[in-house]
């Protein structure tokens, strides 16, 4: 392992125009219990089938499509790709995708319904790691009393993670990002990726892991 690692968030953050279609994740919802009264979280969580509403605005797909144009960090990706993580051990959960029928908007071109398209399947990462959080500057939000939900400042750039608390892993989470979908590879893993050719692959400089 280097010295110093430098991670990427995977994150829908491209060039203008848009390359590729995307997409808006409608569904489905699922509530692990019923809404805090206190601090009104809504205890809300996407489930599978992940149910995915293409935009109009391209019809062709890349290997990774994200939910909404900007600043998104819900995924989808091809079956060339899903198995390209479960060889080279991506730790996540390889999800089931439905689709529902596009919004017409005017003659704006969309990937067909029904969908004929490439296998996509839902990565939902599984590895969530401890940052150093004074050196990333993450502090205590909130802390409901009733239904203990706890909020940190979330992070998806400028963070520090301590080597100790990495077990070499390529695709991982930050625990203090709570239900954040916000998913982070490795400088190594982002190789590999872009070395397999792999299309719209989308990512930003997140911080480093380090001693």
């Known amino acids: 392992m280097p010295d110093t690692e430098h991670p990427s968030v995977i994150r829908s953050s491209p060039p203008h125009p848009v390359p590729?279609?995307?997409?808006?994740?409608i569904g489905t919802w699922k509530y692990r219990r019923p809404p805090c009264p206190t601090c009104e979280w809504h205890w809300q969580y996407?489930?599978?089938p992940?149910?995915?509403q293409w935009?109009?605005?391209?019809?062709n797909i890349g290997d990774f499509s994200y939910n909404g144009p900007t600043g998104e960090y819900n995924f989808i990706v091809t079956d060339q790709v899903a198995r390209f993580f479960e060889q080279r051990h991506f730790p996540c959960e390889l999800r089931r995708i439905e689709y529902v029928k596009p919004r017409r908007r005017?003659?704006?071109p969309c990937v067909p319904f029904p969908y004929q398209g490439p296998r996509q399947l839902w990565p939902e990462c599984t590895s969530y790691l401890e940052l150093d959080q004074e050196a990333s500057g993450v502090k205590l939000e909130s802390s409901c009393p009733?239904?203990?939900?706890?909020?940190?400042t979330f992070r998806y750039e400028g963070i520090v993670i301590p080597k100790n608390n990495w077990s070499g892993e390529p695709m991982f989470r930050?625990?203090?990002?709570?239900?954040?979908?916000?998913?982070?590879?490795?400088?190594?893993?982002k190789r590999q990726l872009e070395d397999a050719g792999f299309t719209n692959l989308l990512?930003?400089?997140?911080?480093?892991?380090?001693?």
Request: net charge negative; proline share 4%; glycine share 8%.
């Open 20 to 25: 590729y279609a995307f997409y808006a994740a």
């Open 46 to 48: 996407p489930a599978e």
């Open 50 to 52: 992940l149910l995915v």
């Open 55 to 59: 935009e109009p605005y391209r019809d």
């Open 106 to 108: 005017g003659k704006l």
């Open 146 to 152: 009733d239904c203990g939900d706890v909020r940190h």
């Open 174 to 189: 930050i625990k203090t990002n709570g239900w954040s979908a916000a998913t982070f590879i490795t400088a190594d893993a």
């Open 203 to 211: 990512c930003r400089k997140a911080g480093q892991i380090t001693e």
